[in-house]
């Protein structure tokens, strides 16, 4: 079946590192553009980075810029999340995300991933 499933995620302290993985089972994975979304409580869920299936274009929100990396292993059909740095205010649920018309907002979000807790602590 198509789905994306998630891995990773925990707890790490402030200026920790923490990377989240996600395996896509998706016919014709290479129309999609795949990438994180978080969602921390009270808040919208919003696009936290990107990436074509080349690897060759990606995305972040200026938030994470110089402290996240997103990356795909075309080979396991994988994409991964590495967060370095991390803050109090990266503490959200983060969500594996692929959509056939890009990706950056979730509206436009064909599958999800079922969600990974990272908690940050000050």
């Known amino acids: 079946q198509e789905q994306l499933v998630e891995s990773g995620g925990g707890l790490v302290q402030t200026g920790g590192s923490m990377r989240v993985s996600c395996s896509a089972s998706?016919?014709?994975?290479?129309?999609?553009?795949l990438g994180w979304f978080r969602q921390a409580p009270g808040k919208e869920r919003a696009i936290v980075a990107a990436i074509n299936w080349s690897g060759d274009n990606t995305y972040y929100t200026d938030s994470v810029k110089g402290r996240f990396t997103i990356s795909i292993d075309n080979a396991k059909n994988t994409i991964y999340l590495q967060m370095n740095s991390l803050k109090p205010e990266d503490t959200a649920v983060y969500y594996c995300?692929?959509?056939?018309?890009?990706?950056?907002?979730?509206?436009?979000?064909?599958?999800w991933g079922q969600g990974t807790q990272v908690t940050v602590s000050s």
């Open positions: 995300a692929a959509s056939r018309r890009g990706l950056y907002f979730a509206y436009d979000v064909n599958y």
């Open positions: 998706l016919r014709d994975i290479s129309a999609y553009a």
